[in-house]
Protein backbone atom coordinates (compact mmCIF):
# COMPACT_ATOMS: atom_id res chain seq x y z
CA UNK A 1 0.00 0.00 0.00
CA UNK A 2 2.84 2.34 1.13
CA UNK A 3 4.62 1.36 -2.58
CA UNK A 4 1.39 2.75 -4.24
CA UNK A 5 0.57 6.14 -2.42
CA UNK A 6 4.81 6.57 -3.22
CA UNK A 7 3.71 6.13 -6.81
CA UNK A 8 0.85 8.14 -7.12
CA UNK A 9 3.08 10.64 -5.20
CA UNK A 10 6.02 10.78 -7.88
CA UNK A 11 3.06 10.46 -10.59
CA UNK A 12 1.47 13.53 -9.25
CA UNK A 13 4.94 15.99 -9.00
CA UNK A 14 6.17 14.56 -12.64
CA UNK A 15 2.85 14.42 -14.34
CA UNK A 16 4.07 11.32 -16.28
CA UNK A 17 3.69 7.23 -14.81
CA UNK A 18 6.58 5.68 -16.95
CA UNK A 19 8.88 8.65 -14.76
CA UNK A 20 7.12 7.92 -11.64
CA UNK A 21 7.88 4.48 -12.19
CA UNK A 22 11.81 5.52 -13.02
CA UNK A 23 12.10 7.74 -10.07
CA UNK A 24 10.67 4.63 -7.38
CA UNK A 25 13.59 1.91 -9.06
CA UNK A 26 15.83 4.26 -8.58
CA UNK A 27 14.87 5.30 -4.84
CA UNK A 28 14.38 1.54 -4.43
CA UNK A 29 18.26 0.85 -5.86
CA UNK A 30 19.61 3.20 -3.11
CA UNK A 31 17.58 2.18 -0.35
CA UNK A 32 18.63 -1.50 -1.04
CA UNK A 33 22.07 -0.48 -1.39
CA UNK A 34 22.42 1.62 1.74
CA UNK A 35 20.75 -0.87 3.66
CA UNK A 36 20.69 -4.23 2.61
CA UNK A 37 22.59 -5.01 -0.65
CA UNK A 38 20.40 -7.30 -3.18
CA UNK A 39 21.17 -5.39 -6.07
CA UNK A 40 24.45 -5.12 -7.56
CA UNK A 41 26.33 -1.96 -7.34
CA UNK A 42 26.61 -0.16 -10.60
CA UNK A 43 29.91 1.78 -10.13
CA UNK A 44 31.93 -1.21 -8.86
CA UNK A 45 32.62 -2.82 -12.44
CA UNK A 46 34.04 0.88 -13.49
CA UNK A 47 35.94 0.95 -10.03
CA UNK A 48 37.37 -2.69 -11.00
CA UNK A 49 38.24 -1.41 -14.56
CA UNK A 50 39.56 1.73 -13.89
CA UNK A 51 41.83 -0.05 -10.77
CA UNK A 52 42.49 -2.83 -13.63
CA UNK A 53 44.18 -1.09 -15.92
CA UNK A 54 46.10 1.41 -13.57
CA UNK A 55 47.90 -1.98 -11.90
CA UNK A 56 48.74 -2.96 -15.37
CA UNK A 57 50.35 0.15 -16.26
CA UNK A 58 52.06 0.36 -12.81
CA UNK A 59 53.21 -3.11 -13.76
CA UNK A 60 54.91 -2.40 -17.14
CA UNK A 61 57.09 0.03 -15.28
CA UNK A 62 57.61 -2.01 -12.53
CA UNK A 63 57.34 -6.24 -13.52
CA UNK A 64 58.46 -7.17 -10.36
CA UNK A 65 55.81 -5.84 -7.98
CA UNK A 66 54.56 -8.62 -6.06
CA UNK A 67 51.94 -6.95 -4.35
CA UNK A 68 50.64 -5.01 -7.39
CA UNK A 69 50.45 -8.76 -9.21
CA UNK A 70 48.55 -9.94 -6.16
CA UNK A 71 45.79 -7.17 -6.25
CA UNK A 72 45.66 -7.35 -9.94
CA UNK A 73 45.05 -11.70 -9.68
CA UNK A 74 42.44 -10.82 -7.01
CA UNK A 75 40.50 -8.22 -9.00
CA UNK A 76 40.60 -10.38 -12.10
CA UNK A 77 38.99 -13.24 -9.56
CA UNK A 78 36.16 -11.06 -8.49
CA UNK A 79 35.35 -10.82 -11.48
CA UNK A 80 35.16 -14.44 -12.31
CA UNK A 81 38.73 -14.25 -15.44
CA UNK A 82 40.51 -17.07 -13.40
CA UNK A 83 42.06 -17.48 -16.63
CA UNK A 84 43.75 -13.94 -16.59
CA UNK A 85 44.70 -14.02 -12.63
CA UNK A 86 46.35 -17.34 -12.70
CA UNK A 87 49.92 -16.48 -14.25
CA UNK A 88 49.98 -13.48 -11.91
CA UNK A 89 49.20 -16.04 -8.62
CA UNK A 90 51.95 -18.18 -10.27
CA UNK A 91 54.65 -15.19 -10.06
CA UNK A 92 53.48 -14.41 -6.68
CA UNK A 93 53.70 -17.93 -5.36
CA UNK A 94 57.30 -18.14 -6.77
CA UNK A 95 58.13 -15.19 -4.45
CA UNK A 96 55.82 -16.17 -1.46
CA UNK A 97 56.11 -19.68 -1.15
CA UNK A 98 54.51 -20.35 2.29
CA UNK A 99 51.04 -18.51 2.55
CA UNK A 100 47.82 -20.68 2.67
CA UNK A 101 45.96 -18.19 1.35
CA UNK A 102 47.94 -17.50 -2.14
CA UNK A 103 48.00 -21.71 -2.56
CA UNK A 104 44.22 -21.34 -2.25
CA UNK A 105 43.88 -18.60 -4.77
CA UNK A 106 45.95 -20.59 -6.97
CA UNK A 107 44.04 -23.47 -6.99
CA UNK A 108 40.91 -22.28 -6.96
CA UNK A 109 41.80 -20.21 -10.48
CA UNK A 110 43.06 -23.91 -11.26
CA UNK A 111 40.06 -25.91 -10.96
CA UNK A 112 38.23 -22.92 -12.52
CA UNK A 113 40.13 -23.61 -15.30
CA UNK A 114 39.53 -26.78 -15.22
CA UNK A 115 42.76 -28.39 -14.28
CA UNK A 116 40.66 -30.10 -11.43
CA UNK A 117 43.28 -32.38 -9.75
CA UNK A 118 45.87 -29.88 -9.44
CA UNK A 119 44.01 -26.99 -8.07
CA UNK A 120 42.54 -29.60 -5.84
CA UNK A 121 45.72 -31.19 -4.01
CA UNK A 122 46.88 -27.34 -3.90
CA UNK A 123 43.48 -26.32 -2.42
CA UNK A 124 44.56 -29.17 0.30
CA UNK A 125 47.83 -28.16 0.41
CA UNK A 126 46.47 -25.12 1.71
CA UNK A 127 44.12 -26.00 4.24
CA UNK A 128 47.24 -28.69 5.40
CA UNK A 129 49.06 -25.49 6.48
CA UNK A 130 45.88 -23.23 7.59
CA UNK A 131 42.36 -25.09 8.57
CA UNK A 132 40.97 -21.95 8.68
CA UNK A 133 41.97 -20.31 5.64
CA UNK A 134 39.47 -17.90 4.31
CA UNK A 135 36.93 -19.95 6.54
CA UNK A 136 35.44 -22.81 4.85
CA UNK A 137 35.31 -21.35 1.71
CA UNK A 138 37.64 -23.87 0.03
CA UNK A 139 35.55 -26.69 1.01
CA UNK A 140 32.55 -25.04 -0.10
CA UNK A 141 34.68 -24.35 -3.74
CA UNK A 142 35.92 -27.67 -4.08
CA UNK A 143 32.32 -28.70 -3.03
CA UNK A 144 30.97 -27.01 -6.33
CA UNK A 145 33.36 -28.26 -8.16
CA UNK A 146 32.23 -31.88 -7.58
CA UNK A 147 28.60 -31.55 -7.12
CA UNK A 148 27.87 -32.46 -10.44
CA UNK A 149 30.70 -35.40 -11.16
CA UNK A 150 31.10 -36.72 -7.41
CA UNK A 151 28.26 -36.43 -5.03
CA UNK A 152 29.67 -38.44 -2.37
CA UNK A 153 33.09 -36.37 -2.67
CA UNK A 154 31.06 -33.12 -2.82
CA UNK A 155 28.94 -33.99 0.67
CA UNK A 156 32.65 -34.73 2.20
CA UNK A 157 33.83 -31.54 1.30
CA UNK A 158 30.85 -29.60 2.78
CA UNK A 159 30.39 -31.90 6.15
CA UNK A 160 33.47 -30.20 7.07
CA UNK A 161 32.45 -27.05 7.12
CA UNK A 162 30.54 -28.02 9.94
CA UNK A 163 33.72 -28.71 12.23
CA UNK A 164 35.09 -25.00 11.21
CA UNK A 165 32.06 -23.13 12.90
CA UNK A 166 32.26 -19.98 10.54
CA UNK A 167 30.72 -16.97 11.70
CA UNK A 168 29.73 -15.80 7.98
CA UNK A 169 26.30 -15.81 6.95
CA UNK A 170 27.37 -16.24 3.48
CA UNK A 171 29.10 -19.25 4.46
CA UNK A 172 26.43 -21.00 5.56
CA UNK A 173 23.74 -19.57 3.04
CA UNK A 174 26.03 -21.06 0.06
CA UNK A 175 25.98 -23.96 2.26
CA UNK A 176 22.62 -23.97 2.25
CA UNK A 177 22.59 -23.55 -1.78
CA UNK A 178 24.58 -26.17 -2.66
CA UNK A 179 23.09 -29.04 -0.09
CA UNK A 180 19.80 -28.13 -2.13
CA UNK A 181 21.39 -28.70 -5.49
CA UNK A 182 22.10 -31.89 -4.19
CA UNK A 183 18.88 -32.88 -2.85
CA UNK A 184 19.77 -32.61 0.55
CA UNK A 185 16.91 -30.16 2.02
CA UNK A 186 16.99 -30.91 5.35
CA UNK A 187 21.04 -30.21 5.96
CA UNK A 188 20.34 -27.26 3.32
CA UNK A 189 17.27 -26.18 5.77
CA UNK A 190 19.93 -26.38 8.70
CA UNK A 191 22.52 -24.35 6.89
CA UNK A 192 19.99 -21.53 6.28
CA UNK A 193 18.82 -21.97 9.59
CA UNK A 194 22.50 -21.37 10.91
CA UNK A 195 23.33 -18.25 8.50
CA UNK A 196 20.52 -16.72 10.28
CA UNK A 197 21.21 -17.43 13.50
CA UNK A 198 24.73 -16.05 12.86
CA UNK A 199 23.32 -13.10 11.56
CA UNK A 200 21.22 -12.68 14.97
CA UNK A 201 24.76 -12.99 16.85
CA UNK A 202 26.44 -10.52 15.00
CA UNK A 203 27.25 -6.74 16.15
CA UNK A 204 25.07 -4.26 14.62
CA UNK A 205 28.11 -2.77 12.77
CA UNK A 206 28.79 -5.89 11.50
CA UNK A 207 25.21 -6.83 9.77
CA UNK A 208 25.12 -4.36 7.26
CA UNK A 209 27.49 -6.64 5.90
CA UNK A 210 25.96 -9.92 5.80
CA UNK A 211 22.00 -9.13 5.52
CA UNK A 212 22.03 -9.35 2.30
CA UNK A 213 22.92 -12.99 3.23
CA UNK A 214 20.67 -13.52 5.73
CA UNK A 215 17.55 -12.14 4.28
CA UNK A 216 17.98 -14.91 0.93
CA UNK A 217 18.36 -18.02 3.59
CA UNK A 218 15.15 -17.04 5.32
CA UNK A 219 14.09 -16.75 1.81
CA UNK A 220 15.13 -20.00 1.19
CA UNK A 221 14.45 -21.75 4.39
CA UNK A 222 10.46 -20.67 3.60
CA UNK A 223 10.44 -22.42 0.37
CA UNK A 224 11.58 -25.41 1.66
CA UNK A 225 9.35 -25.32 4.56
CA UNK A 226 6.81 -24.93 2.24
CA UNK A 227 7.36 -27.39 -0.04
CA UNK A 228 7.73 -29.81 3.14
CA UNK A 229 4.05 -29.44 3.80
Request: proline letters at 4%; hydrophobic letters at 40%; a positive charge.
Amino acid sequence: MGKFFLFSFLWWITGNPFLAILLLLILFYFLDRRFIGLSPSITKPLRQMRRISKLQQELRLNPHHTSNKLELARLYMEKGQYQKALPYLQEVQAVIEDSAEIDYELGLCLVKTERIKEGEALILKALERNPLVKYGEPYLELGEIYSPIDIEKALSYLQKIQEIHSSSAETYYRLGTLYTRLGQRAEAAKAFNEALEIYKSLPKYMRKKQRKWAILSRIKKASIEAFSV
